[in-house]
């Protein structure tokens, strides 16, 4: 006896297609937007915070004295760390999250493993609906008569008690991180079945696009290290209401209370994999795409996929770098030298096989291309310059400064976003049937990439220099003067990435008008996405397709079927 | 009209439910692990535990609460044997024992907290203090949510609703939860009462 599925019906009205969804297409679109307006969010919050580095006590215009009144316009100092503690919170968990996995996620396990839907379709509802409500939650922090959460994003108490942050907002950002938390893992137990339970009859674990890997271990992690923050803030959470005393500053060493240093190592133990967690979508999907437009198969395939797992299994081990600068006995901070270093290995096989993919091939210099080809490089300046702050004798000197905030935006905010927007431009036609402008995303493409170097490679020399983070005006401090030019040129840069966005905003708006229809294969792919109809019809496959070979199967000179690539489905010709 | 083959093979539905309650299993005991990582930490700083002049509460509620919460995971274990033979008869009587003896955990540990704070032990009582009520709420918490989900099998043992293949897999899962809570609270028990 056979049992039923997925049996839900097309999403025609109003409520099922906007708030109770159980579609993964639809609920894809749901985390695509979401993360967009949250992008939005964080990057006007990321614009505030430049104006005020390079222009110290200036009121911001246009809307400065909108925002802050009682200062004629100009961002206060309260305002100042509210502002960087939300826009990395943001950018990290209600930006890059939904965009990358929850949107991509959703969209292309189902589709790429040949399935009808996600296992659990209630389940991926509700993990959205924790995502919107926890958004919410953070952003009505803001709106609190103390104001937002200002402890930055990595929440260290003391500056994350009522001792630091007085007020709810830094509590609503604890239970909105909890309540994000449980959305994960929701979507990670969906993830992470679908994958084992619903690939189509044929497909091994590598015959699945590097896509789909990517998402897979992502979701380990985040089933395995989300619900540690989670103990963390409600630890937290416990402290800021209740008054219990688990992180109170400075009682470790006399007797009887808490220890501030043990939220690190558990923010830390979530935090570095975390790093991964963002990233191996990322990966996956440039894998994916510089295979596809450089008409070959992926160099390696077998070998990415291993490296992708191994980086996977070390992320869980290296933490420890992250607070060298807390005392840590020698011997620890060795051991995780050498561990951060041994991810060295697997990421330097990854990062060749990409370049071996590209390596006589016939690219393409499409959009998602481009994006794919910015991922390779700013992945690869974000990769060295961690090398830097994976070691001890260069990291008590780099720590805590700008250098590493320029590190951390390559490999996790412009590796991201970049890919995220490769992705958006190449399977935009399976979610909305219309292609989207070339000449347009080409132009976001350079007007982004151009500045964005600008802005974490400025960065980084301002903290080389000696520049420290989160500090209001480090201009104070005479040394740091000589760097007021630089900061005027990386917010310069800032602004220009900002304005950069409207061209994708006039991409969509000009493909929601005018549109060209997207054929079924646009971009000449092999994957079983592309076996189906443009937009993606209900239910995905009118049968489950059978796999017959691998995602990459292109620029075989034996095809003699007119194409340069074969599909999933077809019996693979050898070469 | 083109129709849809919309089905799954059981035996593959059954593989993913284990697959997701096994992964839903792993997340919660990271999050315990992690309270209890936090615990080890908290204990090898002091010098003298319990510190700040405090004493160990009482092991009576404690140790009540271990009884009850055993003998409710052995009900269910019936309870679950019973489902398996389809005899839903003595299947209804377990569930039921396993809820009461479920409800009588929390009436034991709502207790243990009075006890604590007769005896001058407060959450805000120093680190002690903390971890004590602290991770008594968190358990209890999550046998709130055992004891909704138990709630859920209720109406297939006693109206025959889901089916009996679908009572039987739920079962299996619930069951998972159910020891998994028992299991964290005999480690909460001897770490933090007994020794």
């Known amino acids: ?575 | 009209m083109e129709t849809i083959d919309l089905t799954i093979d059981p035996k593959k539905r059954k593989i993913a439910g284990e697959v997701a309650s096994t992964v839903a299993m792993v997340s919660f005991a990271m999050l315990f692990g992690t309270l209890f990582m936090g615990y080890a930490v908290f204990r090898a700083q002091q010098v003298v535990w319990p510190p700040m002049g405090l004493s160990l509460p009482p092991l009576f509620y404690p140790t009540q609460s271990t009884i009850v919460i055993g003998i409710s995971s052995l009900f269910y274990e019936g309870f679950r044997h019973f489902v398996e033979r389809d005899d839903l008869g003595k299947a209804k009587i377990c569930l039921v024992a396993t809820l009461a003896f479920g409800l009588a955990f929390i009436f034991c540990q709502v207790k243990l907290w009075e006890v604590l704070e007769l005896s001058g032990v407060y959450h805000y009582s120093g680190i002690f203090g903390s971890v004590v009520f602290g991770y008594t709420w968190i358990h209890t918490a999550h046998v709130v949510l055992g004891i909704s989900s138990l709630l859920y099998l209720v109406l297939p043992t006693f109206f025959g609703v889901l089916g009996s293949a679908n009572l039987k897999s739920s079962a299996g899962h619930i069951g998972k939860f159910w020891h998994f809570l028992g299991i964290v609270w005999l480690i909460v028990y001897l770490m933090i009462f007994l020794f």
């Open chain 1, 1 to 575: 006896m056979k049992v039923l599925v997925h049996a839900h019906d097309a999403p025609n009205t109003f409520l099922s297609k906007y708030i109770i969804s159980y579609d993964h297409k639809v609920i894809a679109k749901q985390f695509l937007w979401l993360g967009m307006v949250f992008l939005a969010i964080g990057g006007l919050m990321a614009m505030l915070i430049r104006w005020t580095l390079a222009n110290p006590g200036v009121p911001m215009p246009f809307f400065g004295h909108l925002l802050f009144p009682n200062s004629g316009g100009v961002v206060p100092p309260d305002s100042y760390a509210m502002l960087f503690t939300e826009h990395g919170t943001i950018m990290i968990f209600w930006a890059i999250t939904p965009i990358l996995i929850g949107a991509f996620g959703n969209l292309l396990i189902p589709l790429q493993i040949g399935a009808r839907d996600m296992i659990f379709p209630t389940l991926n509802m509700l993990s959205f609906h924790f995502t919107f409500v926890s958004g919410v939650i953070m952003l009505l922090a803001l709106c609190t008569p103390l104001g937002g959460a200002a402890g930055g994003w990595t929440a260290y108490p003391t500056l994350s008690l009522n001792l630091g942050s007085p007020g709810a907002g830094q509590t609503l950002w604890a239970i909105a991180i909890f309540l994000f938390g449980i959305s994960s893992t929701m979507g990670a137990i969906n993830y992470i079945t679908t994958v084992i339970c619903l690939r189509a009859p044929g497909m091994g674990y590598f015959d699945m696009p590097l896509a789909v890997w990517g998402l897979l271990l992502t979701a380990i992690l985040n089933a395995i290290f989300v619900p540690v923050l989670g103990a963390g803030g409600l630890l937290l959470v416990f402290d800021r209401v209740f008054e219990t005393q688990y992180f109170l500053a400075g009682a470790a060493a006399t007797s009887g209370t808490g220890d501030p240093i043990l939220f690190q190592h558990v923010f830390w133990i979530f935090g570095h994999p975390e790093v991964y967690i963002l990233i191996l979508p990322a990966w996956g999907i440039v894998s994916d795409l510089l295979s596809f437009f450089s008409r070959k198969p992926a160099f390696g395939y077998k070998a990415t996929a291993l490296s992708m797992c191994a980086i996977t299994v070390l992320s869980t081990l290296v933490y420890g770098h992250h607070m060298f600068t807390t005392q840590m006995s020698p011997l620890l901070t060795q051991s995780f030298m050498t561990l951060t270093m041994t991810i060295s290995i697997p990421s330097a096989i990854f990062f060749a096989n990409w370049l071996g993919t590209l390596y006589k091939g016939s690219i393409r210099f499409t959009s998602p291309m481009l994006f794919s080809l910015g991922v390779v490089f700013v992945f690869g300046l974000g990769g060295l310059t961690g090398l830097y702050l994976g070691t001890t004798t260069t990291d008590f000197y780099l720590h805590d400064t700008y250098f590493v905030v320029g590190h951390f935006h390559y490999t996790m905010a412009a590796s991201v976003f970049l890919a995220g927007f490769g992705a958006i431009y190449f399977w935009w036609p399976k979610m909305y049937g219309t292609m989207l402008n070339e000449r347009l995303a080409k132009a976001h493409f350079w007007a982004t990439i151009l500045p964005l170097n600008g802005v974490f490679m400025g960065m980084m020399m301002m903290g080389y220099a000696g520049m420290h983070r989160r500090l209001y005006n480090p201009f104070i401090y005479d040394f740091l003067k000589k760097l007021i030019p630089m900061n005027n040129f990386v917010t310069t840069c800032a602004i220009l990435m900002g304005f950069a966005q409207i061209f994708f905003i006039t991409n969509l708006i000009w493909t929601y008008f005018k549109g060209e229809q997207a054929s079924d294969n646009p971009w000449e792919v092999g994957t079983l996405e592309w076996t189906t109809p443009s937009p993606v019809p209900h239910y995905n496959f009118k049968s489950i397709p059978i796999v017959k070979c691998g995602p990459h199967e292109l620029g075989n000179p034996k095809l003699t079927t007119g194409r340069d690539f074969q599909y999933q489905t077809e019996e693979l010709v050898e070469v």
